[in-house]
Structures are given as C-alpha cells and as structure tokens.
C-alpha cells in the first residue's frame, strides 16, 4: 500500500513522490510495469482503474494495455492483418514499421503515442522519401493504432486529423527524351535483356508485371496481352513470389504494338526451338539463358552498365515505364485511354505521375503557336 508525504495510505499501486506528484503503477497481464505521474490524486486513481480495466479487456486476446507498440504490431499484422490483406498490403506494413516507424515508437507503450510522435515519424521521412511512400506509412500508422483502439487496448486512435504529410520536396521524374531513348536501345541492341527493355517501352507494364508474364497471357489472334500477375524475387527468403499486380485496375488487356507482337513472336519460335527451361518456368515469357526468370534488380543494374556505354545520364527500369506513357501522350493518346493502359486506379494518378513533357515536346508546341499566331496576324 502506497503512502502521501504526510503517511497516510493511499491504496495499492498509488504512492506520492518528493516532488508532491502522485505515482500510479501496476503490473500488467503479460508482466511490464507501467507507472504514469499525476499532479492530482483524483487523476492519478482513475487512470489507474482505467488502466486495469483495459488491460484485463486486453488480456482476454493475449494483449495488454502496458505493450510497447513493438509487441502490438507483431500481434497486429500476425494475428489480423495477414488473415485479411493481400501478401504486398503486409509486405508494405512490414516495410514501413521497420525502417520507418519502429525507430520511433517501437519502444513506447502504446498508451503514451500521441499524434506529435506520429507526425514525428513522417517528418523524418521527408527528405529521403517519396510523398507515396510517405503516405503509405501513414496508412500503416493509422491502420495499427485503430485497431488497437477497436479493440480496448488504447483510448483512441493517435492518428488524427492533424497528423498530415509532410510537404513533399519537388523531385524531377526522369523520363527519357526520344534521342536518349534511341541511343539506350542502340546500345542495348543484341544484348541479354534488350527484348525487356523493347517490351516495357512498347507495353508500359510494371518491371514485376513483365516478369509474370506466361504464354496463356498472350493472345496472338487478337493482338491482346493480358495483365493478370506481377512476380518478383524475394531476397530475404530466396525464392520468387507470385502475386496478384498492384491494384484492382491493374488487371487490364494491352493492345499490341506490331512491333510488340513481332518481339513477342520471336520470343515463342525459340521457346518451341528447345531453348533450355526449368520446368517451374516453362510458362513463362522472359526467361533468361539459365531457363530462369531475371531478378528484379538485375535489370537496373545491366541499365547502368548500358547507359555509361551510351554515355547519358542513369536511369532506372520504372523510367521506361514512364517514358512509354509520354510517348503515349506526344502522340495524342486520350489521358483515360492511358490511364486504363497503365492500370491506374485515378486519372490524377496518371497524369501527375507519369506524363511529363519533354523540352522537344514544349519547343514543338511553340513553334504549333507561332505558326497559328503568324496566320493570324
């Protein structure tokens, strides 16, 4: 039983400290002492009894109002979030909490985050990040704390209304120009991975996409290729991951170029040829000499062997992507009609993150002006 500074009893787990401030701890279900300090007696008791309650409330699931938020989001993306997400959705949550998050508030008992922690945690994203990832962060944030609030562990959720992004800093995307992009693929002519670099530029489909493909994707007949996986090589297991593509909309049938489908054609005949494939990958489209498909990362890593060879600036796998879709828009594609190319969920999206006008393109627009402007006059 604890005591005030004048000895009289105050009740278990209550106690006044030198200071005048009263102490209220306990020991929770799953054994971490948790002491908080109130100015008020009054205070001091109510937390308390909250403070039990819950964590008896917590108990019940095998969680407790003294965790560390360390130990909940283990519980949450365990026992909640990888029996109702996709494997990306967690992979994501995953990401984010431990270069992002965990630094900051892993070690804190869940009771203590309040908003100003959380915002603390997206501040310090901003200058390395870009504003999507950011924003997926503080989806991770919010998402974990409301479940904890759902479910009587915290009082409510931290992540407020005036918890917000930070203002992003402008980042240039690198889009290749029609002379750079002419001078990559000269360069990257006959070399291993130039009939992937020839496809994305022609297609516009994500590098993991690319990879996904199989031959029942590929309808000839009709000129049509079908988005239907994305597939990628997961380091930290050393195996690969099939998966469905990024979003809804990205399930999406992609018209052929003719050049696409004289690529793709090829690509088939040396397939029916005998070129060597292990049996786990015989479906698949772009598969390397080893009969394997090409990790992720390698194809960046052959781009900057390439690009030093055509002596332009260094540019990652994605830029092609991009670069498909402002080809797309300098030849007068509706923005719709790229934006289901793409497989984008929103027209913002495309326009904001992938169309980006070239200085070839803006001097070509001028001089359209000058010439209707000297009709005029």
């Not at 170029?257 to 049996?279: F, I, M, N, P």
Request: glycine share 6%; charged share 30%; net charge positive.
């Amino acid at each position: 039983m604890g005591k005030n500074l004048k000895g009289k009893e105050l009740g278990a787990g209550l106690s006044q400290r030198k200071d005048g401030r009263y102490s209220a701890r306990f020991v929770t279900s799953c054994g971490k002492r948790v002491e908080k300090y109130f100015t008020m007696l009054q205070d001091a008791r109510r937390w308390l009894a909250e403070a039990r309650l819950e964590d008896e409330r917590g108990n019940a699931t095998g969680v407790s109002v003294g965790m560390t938020v360390d130990a909940w989001f283990d519980f949450w993306i365990v026992n909640i979030k990888e029996k109702t997400v996709r494997p990306n959705t967690v992979r994501n949550y995953r990401e984010r909490y431990k270069h992002n998050i965990k630094r900051h508030l892993g070690k804190m008992l869940i009771n203590d985050v309040k908003p100003m922690h959380c915002q603390i945690v997206l501040n310090n994203m901003s200058d390395d990040y870009a504003g999507s990832t950011i924003y997926q962060c503080l989806i991770a944030l919010y998402n974990m704390f409301q479940a904890a609030f759902e479910n009587s562990i915290i009082s409510s959720n931290p992540v407020t209304k005036t918890v917000r992004l930070p203002k992003p800093i402008e980042k240039k995307t690198r889009v290749l120009t029609i002379n750079e992009q002419k001078k990559f693929m000269e360069t990257a002519y006959n070399t291993a991975y130039y009939p992937q670099y020839l496809f994305v530029l022609n297609t516009g489909v994500r590098t993991g996409e690319m990879i996904g493909l199989k031959w029942e994707d590929i309808d000839f007949e009709r000129g049509i290729i079908f988005i239907r996986r994305s597939m990628e090589y997961r380091y930290s297991t050393g195996e690969w991951r099939i998966g469905p593509p990024k979003t809804k909309k990205s399930y999406r049938e992609i018209p052929m170029t003719e050049e696409c489908a004289d690529l793709l054609r090829g690509l088939w005949e040396k397939t029916q040829l005998g070129r060597y494939v292990e049996d786990e990958f015989k479906d698949f489209v772009f598969i390397n000499r080893k009969g394997t498909p090409t990790k992720n990362s390698t194809y960046d890593s052959n781009i900057v062997k390439l690009t030093k060879q055509a002596e332009i600036e260094n540019f990652s796998m994605h830029t092609l992507r991009h670069t498909f879709a402002t080809r797309c828009i300098e030849a007068g594609m509706r923005p719709k009609t790229l934006q289901q190319l793409l497989g984008h969920s929103s027209i913002n999206i495309t326009m904001n993150l992938y169309v980006h006008v070239t200085d070839e393109e803006k001097i070509k627009e001028m001089q359209k002006f000058e010439l209707y402007a000297n009709q005029m006059a």
